[in-house]
């Protein structure tokens, strides 16, 4: 997911961050694996995290100075997704959620 317009102050809080992978988990239903993995780069840079799971992973990369955050949710087996703009505008203050899903795995 690409997601612009959001609130630099949330793309650069950890709490926030963690919130809304922690929502992400639960409502996709998704085994975490390990302790999730967060760096705070200095001013004005923004956070990168990273949640491995036993489904593959969550991963996000903020930019406060852009107001844009990439977001992704790898899963190897098929999940009902959340509404994901609304998820983001909630958390992050996203104006604009640009989702794209590819399907992938092996072709027998």
């Known amino acids: ?29 998704l085994k975490v694996v390990g302790q999730p993995q967060w760096h705070v780069f200095p001013e004005p840079g923004g956070i990168t995290g990273l949640t491995l799971l036993a489904e593959s992973h969550l991963s996000i990369h903020t930019f406060p100075e852009h107001g844009f955050a ?14 994901f703009p609304a998820l983001l505008a909630r958390h992050l203050g996203a104006q604009s959620s640009h989702v794209r899903e590819l399907v992938r795995g092996v072709k027998a």
Do not use: Q
């Open 1 to 29: 997911m690409d997601v612009s317009g959001c609130s630099p102050e949330r793309l650069k809080s950890l709490a926030v961050l963690a919130a809304l992978f922690e929502e992400l988990i639960v409502l996709m239903e």
């Open 70 to 83: 990439a977001l992704n949710v790898y899963c190897c087996r098929t999940r009902a997704c959340p509404d």
